[in-house]
Structures are given as C-alpha cells and as structure tokens.
C-alpha cells in the first residue's frame, strides 16, 4: 500500500514502512539524508491527491505552533519583528490544516504541545490523540511528541527502557541543532509501521 511520509529528510519513518513491503516516500524542501530513490524534493501539499492508501505520516515544523515558541509573538528575537513572528505563525498553522483536512484516510501528524494561537488558527481542529515518549519504544531518553490521529489507533509501547535523559534539550547551540532537535526515533517509526499496518489490515 502507498505511504506518504511528509516534511521528512531523514528517511525513517519512510524506511521502516519500506521494510513491510509499501509502497512508501518521502518528501521535503531538503534532500534525502540517505540518498534515496524514495525521496521527493518539494512541497509535499502537491502530492496530497496521489492516492495514498495505506496513510500519510506529517511532521509539519513545530517552531511557531508549540508552546516553548509562543514568546516570540510577544517579544520576537533579535533581528525580527512581531509581524514577521505572526507571520510565521499563520504559515505554520496553514500548513498543518493542509495536512489533517487532506484527502487521505489514515493520517498521523507529529509535532509538540501547541499553544492557543496555533490553535485557533488551525482548520477543524481536534486535541492531539496521544503523547509519547522514546523511552517507550526503546530510546533511553525523554522528548514528548504528541500525536493527532486520523482514523488510526494510538500506538502501543514497545519496549520500555531506563534512561530519562533530555538529550534533545540539552544539545548545544550549533547550524545543525534544529535538524537534531527535530530527527526521529527509529524505535517509534517501526512501531507505527508495524501497528498501523496491521490496523488497515484489520479494517479492510
């Protein structure tokens, strides 16, 4: 079955839906970091209508719709303006909405814990289904990543590990520390392809 895996570079989600036997891609405004056939370089609002049946899994960036962000609207950093921030914020929100009202069965989008203004601006929008931690699926380590599920069930823990190390918070500033920041865990890219695979299997 196809698999759209959207605003991804690194190829995990993608891989791990690979290794079942779909049919599964990529995209990014970013090249893939590994190289891949299976990588499309763009908007990945322009392939919503290619008929993903199986699912699309989202990772819209997060930087103006969560809450650690949302004092930048109000006191915006150095070398930005307010209208700008907002700006940015309109953007992210839209691009959000494009994926959970796209016209895709099964959708899974991934981001943090939003703050009111995102929101408000953000089509039909539904409270995250669940929140998650690596430590759950094998990853010694804390990072909460929520969960807004579209016709698909909450994932399950796999393999619950000590360690509850903030490693992604404690990383020093560097050109590179977002794309780090916002890298996936392996761990929970297979739980999803393994659990929502399944889950069509059982509803078709």
Known sequence: MRVLVACEYSGTVRNA???LGHDAWSCDLLPSEDGSNRHI???ARDLLNDGWDLLMVAHPPCTRLCNSGVRWLTVPPPGRTKEEM??????????????????????????????????ARIVNFEDFAQS???WQFGHGETKRTCLWLKNLPPLVPTNIVSGRDPRVHHMPPSP???????????GIAEAMANQWTAAAALAA
Do not use: Y
């Open 132 to 134: 998650i931690q690596p």
């Open 41 to 43: 370089v763009g908007d």
């Open 17 to 19: 839906f690979l290794a």
């Open 86 to 119: 907002w700006a940015a914020l309109d953007e992210g929100a839209a691009l959000f909405s494009d994926f959970w009202n796209a016209p895709i069965d099964r959708i899974a989008i991934e981001n943090p814990v939003m703050h009111k203004h995102a929101k």
């Open 176 to 186: 590179d520390r977002w794309k780090e920041r916002s890298r996936f865990f392996p």
